[in-house]
């Protein structure tokens, strides 16, 4: 427990001395008073109501893409300050330490996309759909995460990892204006998955069960198996 309450410690001084953290951190607040004040005088001004859908979706991922990159950059940067090491060694270990890592930006997407759903979104979804995109989003902060500190040898690489993994956030534009079934194709990245409820046509339980258990095994897959090359890497 003295390790978590240190990490955490540690966490809000790097977030408050770092200003590209901080901006990860407050990203979605801002972005959702962006959602619900200024994009209905957009869709008014431009006529955007028949996309209401895809900006639903598009916005919404970007609140798991900002607070992934940001728990990836603390994790780079303890990675090169040989802080991962330390905690190896204490009883937190090194699971231990990846487990919080993991879970801090999952709870936050939690929090941001609880408000984004009920407050901000064009588009009201059901309560179940709600539930599915919450749970996929949860576990898609960790899995950007893992990309980061899995791939990248050091920040300056995560940062340009960080540009090139952003552009996921453009898989529902793959949804709306590819027809079925070649987007499908797109199912093999896990935005796909809560980008496809905002974006199903009308409302049927099979679709959404089908949609939200198919893409919870894909994010589940994916975070198996970066966690493994991180861990592998931190041997």
Same mark, same amino acid.
């Given at each position: 427990?003295?390790? #978590? ?8 001084? %790097?977030?408050?001395r770092d200003p590209m953290l901080l901006i990860s951190l407050i990203g979605p607040l ?5 959602? !619900?004040?200024? /994009?209905?005088?957009?869709?008014? %001004? ?7 859908? /895809? ?37 937190l270990s090194k699971q231990g330490y990846l487990l919080y890592r993991l879970l801090l930006?999952? #709870? ?24 599915? #995109? ?78 939200? #258990? ?10 198996? %198996? ?5 861990? !592998?890497?931190?041997?």
């Amino acid at each position: 427990m003295k390790s #978590v309450f240190h990490l955490i410690k540690g966490d809000m001084k %790097q977030i408050y001395r770092d200003p590209m953290l901080l901006i990860s951190l407050i990203g979605p607040l801002l972005l959702i008073l962006l959602v !619900r004040f200024i /994009l209905p005088f957009a869709t008014a %001004q431009f006529a955007l109501g028949a996309y209401n859908g /895809l900006l639903a979706s598009f916005f919404i991922l970007l609140i798991p893409l900002l607070l992934g990159i940001m728990a990836g950059f603390i994790m780079l940067d303890e990675r090169d300050d040989k802080m991962i090491d330390y905690f190896a060694v204490t009883p937190l270990s090194k699971q231990g330490y990846l487990l919080y890592r993991l879970l801090l930006p999952g #709870v936050l997407t939690v929090l941001y996309g609880y408000i984004y759903l009920e407050w901000a979104s064009p588009v009201a979804l059901p309560i179940l759909d709600k539930l599915l #995109v919450t749970v996929m989003l949860a576990m898609e902060a960790p899995i950007i995460c893992l990309f980061l500190v899995a791939i990248a040898a050091n920040k300056i690489e995560g940062l340009a990892l960080s540009k090139g993994v952003g552009l996921v956030v453009f898989v529902p534009f793959i949804i709306y204006f590819v027809s079925e079934p070649w987007n499908w194709a797109g199912g093999i990245l896990p935005t796909f998955w809560p980008a496809k409820l905002f974006l199903i046509e009308g409302v049927h339980l099979m679709n959404s069960l089908f949609i939200g #258990v198919l893409g919870a095994g894909i994010h589940i897959f994916y975070i198996i %198996q970066l966690s493994k090359r991180f861990l !592998r890497k931190t041997d």
